[in-house]
């Protein structure tokens, strides 16, 4: 494993920066192609506040759709998060704890299969998957339920393979209590799914327009259920872990309101408290777009990463 990261070091030095996105603050490494034995390979930005330094530690924060967090003019529909400008207005003005954010780029055509949590997804019967597979409509990418949920695989990239890498060449925090993971629609999915499968590894997850429908209908949908049960039997401890939800009203997140009330329920139930290590926001009006989470993102962002916690 160290040779490996050792090669993998190598050859970032030896990149053209080329067409890196354009921040406000920090910079961005660039690791293009990054290798894995799970899934296939895609680009990892690391972003990097303005004070960084190999003198100091620094919490991690993880986020799916890296390609849509930082530069407008570089995304697909000129929308982004803004990462780097809340992120380094929130440390400057010393609100959060000092942290780098690890920016993993989806896979494209499979960006539904890799964030569609897979134990769940098992525990559908074959004539709900074959219903919804003919239902080409309602469904965004066909592989996922042609070819399977590949969300266990992954996971095991970022945790065995990713993880691994950051904690070498950068001056990363290790510990659950300093790393972190987020994203929005599937992103938030895949985020409530890492923190439930490694709940070691992860402490707090931003699950932000979570999609609960895990396709485009609410009605006779069979997904959302699976995914109450998953989380009812998986949830990690309210003692260690702190969970973020949120949806908005308009578009694609006014399908999600009773199913998130459910997660609620259930989060609940299993000795989470709102505001402590729990917090649902609803946004009315707010669409399902990277405005919507850039508007937004300080709340997720102070909720996990406070100072004095």
């Given at each position: 494993m160290k040779r490996y990261i050792g090669v993998l070091f190598i050859l970032f030095h030896l990149q053209v920066h080329a067409?890196?996105?354009a921040v406000a603050s920090g910079e961005i490494r660039r690791f293009e192609n990054f290798p894995s034995q799970y899934v296939a390979p895609r680009n990892v930005d690391v972003w990097l506040p303005e004070t960084y330094s190999p003198h100091k530690k620094y919490d991690v924060l993880y986020m799916h759709d890296g390609q849509m967090l930082f530069d407008s003019l570089q995304s697909w529909n000129g929308k982004e998060w803004g990462v780097d400008e809340t992120l380094g207005h929130l440390?400057?003005?010393g609100?959060?704890?000092d942290c780098i954010v690890v920016a993993v780029w989806n896979n494209g055509a499979y960006r539904h299969a890799e964030y569609f949590p897979e134990k769940p997804f098992h525990t559908l019967r074959k004539k709900q998957v074959k219903e919804m597979l003919l239902s080409n409509q309602a469904i965004a990418d066909n592989r996922l339920f042609s070819e399977g949920p590949q969300a266990d695989?992954?996971?095991?990239?970022l945790v065995k393979e990713l993880k691994p890498f950051i904690d070498t060449n950068f001056s990363a925090k290790r510990g659950r209590k300093h790393t972190f993971i987020a994203g929005s629609s599937m992103g938030g999915l895949i985020s409530?799914?890492?923190i439930c499968e490694y709940p070691g590894v992860f402490g707090g997850a931003g699950c932000m327009s979570t999609h609960w429908t895990g396709i485009f209908r609410a009605e006779d949908n069979p997904i959302p259920a699976a995914f109450m049960a998953y989380l009812?039997?998986?949830?990690?401890s309210p003692r260690s872990h702190r969970l973020y939800f949120d949806h908005g009203t308009a578009t694609l997140d006014s399908l999600y309101a009773p199913f998130q009330r459910q997660a609620d329920a259930i989060l609940k139930a299993k000795g989470y408290v709102s505001g402590k290590n729990w917090m649902t926001r609803v946004f009315?009006?707010?669409a399902h777009d990277e405005n919507a989470w850039k508007a937004r993102l300080a709340i997720p962002v102070l909720f996990l990463l406070r100072?004095?916690?």
């Open positions: 067409q890196l996105p440390m400057a003005e609100k959060i704890r695989r992954y996971l095991l990239f409530m799914y890492a009812g039997n998986n949830l990690p009315p009006g707010a100072k004095n916690e």
